[in-house]
């Protein structure tokens, strides 16, 4: 497959990349910055420099032409300020989304968060209110594509432990960590079942294999 992935430098992103450049997808990543090339051809990732932020619906679609999968897993990241998570969390995601479409990239997903699914309590820090509820935003915009065969994915709180290839993934997890190692990898099994298509699904530290657990939910559809 050829798959294009918003937010083509960060963490997830980078893991998911090198996954899916081992196994002989072809991969392209969006960066901000051409500093960020070099982390990206280093797994044989081609880089593209686009701001999602500034970019024309135009821009993103030349991307996307021959793209056969899409995957949104841009952030504005810790540091930045509410103001940023409206403009990358949701408004990138619906520019991609919508270029996604334009472009006739069917198979899409998207990384979204724990907690995304309902009203944060009001003791929430603010800038991570904030990203809460632009995530939320963001999903059920692209939730409610007839165009697109997406998947929401919400993991857990991100670590950098090593990951175990053992996870739970289910519409509804509980909370508790997750890996990134095992969020790629569950990205990666994600793009190859499109029987999951349709579906929003937590993501925390398990003890299901990762290709058995994406084959569970794949059954569910039958």
């Known amino acids: 497959m050829r798959i294009v ?22 991969v392209a990543g969006i960066i901000r910055k ?31 032409e021959n793209a056969d999968a899409a995957v949104f897993a ?4 810790p540091g930045s300020g509410a103001a940023r998570k409206e403009t990358v969390d949701h408004r990138s995601a ?30 929430t820090d603010p800038v991570f209110a904030a990203y809460l ?7 059920d915009d692209i939730r409610a594509r007839d165009g697109l065969d997406w998947t929401v994915l919400r993991p857990g709180r991100l670590t950098n432990d ?6 739970k993934l ?11 190692d095992d969020v790629a990898a569950v990205l990666a099994a994600l793009l190859d079942e499109p029987r999951t298509a349709g579906r929003t699904l937590e993501l925390i530290n398990g003890d299901t294999p990762v290709a058995e657990a994406v084959r569970v939910i794949a059954a569910e559809r039958g």
């Open 5 to 26: 992935i918003a937010g083509g430098h960060g963490q997830i992103a980078l893991r998911l990349e090198q996954l899916l450049t081992a196994r002989g997808d072809e």
């Open 162 to 167: 090593p990951g175990t290839g053992r996870v």
């Open 74 to 77: 841009a952030g504005a990241g």
């Open 170 to 180: 289910a519409e509804h997890t509980g909370r508790d960590e997750i890996t990134r």
């Open 133 to 139: 509820r632009a995530k939320a935003a963001a999903d």
């Open 94 to 123: 619906v520019l991609f989304a919508d270029a996604a479409e334009r472009a006739g990239a069917r198979r899409f997903l998207i990384v979204s968060s724990m907690g995304a699914s309902h009203e944060p309590p009001p003791d």
């Open 34 to 64: 051409p500093e960020q090339a070099g982390d990206l051809l280093a797994s044989g990732t081609e880089p593209v420099v686009c701001d999602l932020e500034s970019a024309s619906l135009e821009d993103v679609v030349k991307h996307l």
